[in-house]
């Protein structure tokens, strides 16, 4: 029977197809969500958004780097073993299959290439963020001397980087990577500028990071007044670290810095006194909102 040239050959792909299942389990073996022992939720540190985001990363790249191949020669496993069951031969086959493991590799080559990539991207952002947080934890003091800082607090969509609550406001403090560009000569171009509701960098300008940086920042403003926490003063700030920033128009309701000296920056902008009732409540309510058990 004719069709049994084409079924029999099938066999030869069991041995991929048991390898491709044990790849499969093997995929959330490396897991880098840690729960706390005391009472059971996720222990969130500084840049957490972007540890998980850098771990499925990893895994895609496990994934392609161990399915690729499996895949790729799948088609021509299969051709051998219809080398060894077909009566008469074709090359028309033998080519097709060919070009098929042919494309398979290409893809494959594309995926693998986009998976470094984006590794690089998110380790670029995981940097910046430690940076910035190891910065923010110079504020924190005994407790007389109260500030506080949050680090991946989760909103209704994606997480903020920071969150500083000092005795005269509250910070959202937004964290955005960018890799200077080089010059004709080799040397990295810094300089950033702010002109209003953008950011001319060399080469390129774009608003994202200073919206996204707004949005938190009133995001944070409307769930604080939400959880009837008072008139609370919210201020948002981006940094951009390793840019040399200048300010040409000031956006409104933003600061922009390189991060460096961070912590005294913030220690010494007031914003609007709070009270000891006040600036408590607030401690809590984030305290309880990074721990996932006080909803919008």
């Known amino acids: 029977m004719v069709w049994l040239e084409y079924v029999l050959p099938i066999i030869f792909l ?8 044990v790849v499969l389990a093997l995929r959330h073996l490396e897991d880098g969500a840690l729960t706390s022992p005391y009472d059971g939720h996720t222990l969130r540190e500084p840049a957490q958004s972007l540890r998980d985001r850098l771990d499925r990363a990893y895994a895609a790249l496990f994934l392609d780097g161990a399915l690729g191949p499996i895949i790729t020669l799948a088609p021509l496993v299969y051709g051998m073993g219809r080398m060894l069951f077909a009566n008469q031969h074709s ?3 033998w080519a097709l299959y060919g070009l098929l493991t042919t494309l398979l590799a290409l893809v494959l080559c594309f995926r693998l290439i986009r998976d470094v990539q984006r590794i690089r991207r998110l380790k670029l952002g995981l940097a910046c963020e430690l940076a910035v947080g190891q910065e923010l934890e110079r504020l924190i003091r005994p407790e007389a ?3 506080f800082v949050f680090h991946d607090v989760p909103t209704d969509s994606v997480a903020i980087d920071h969150v500083v609550v000092t005795p005269h406001g509250v910070f959202v403090v937004e964290v955005s990577a960018r890799t200077p560009p080089l010059d004709i000569t080799g040397e990295t171009r810094t300089q950033v500028v702010v002109a209003g509701q953008r950011l001319r960098f060399p080469g390129w300008r774009e608003r994202q990071s200073l919206a996204h940086t707004r949005m938190a920042t009133s995001w944070c403003r409307q769930w604080l007044t939400r959880h009837s926490l008072g008139n609370v003063a919210v201020q948002g700030v981006l940094v951009l670290p390793g840019w040399d920033v200048e300010i040409d128009e000031p956006p ?5 810095v390189d991060g460096q000296g961070l912590a005294e920056l913030l220690n010494h902008t007031s914003l609007q006194p709070m009270d000891d009732a006040t600036h408590q409540r607030v401690v809590q309510a984030l305290d309880q909102r990074v721990k996932g058990s006080l909803q919008p």
């Open 14 to 21: 069991a041995p991929l197809g048991a390898t491709a299942l």
């Open 91 to 93: 090359w028309l086959e």
């Open 145 to 147: 001397h109260p500030y």
């Open 252 to 256: 409104s309701e933003i600061m922009v």
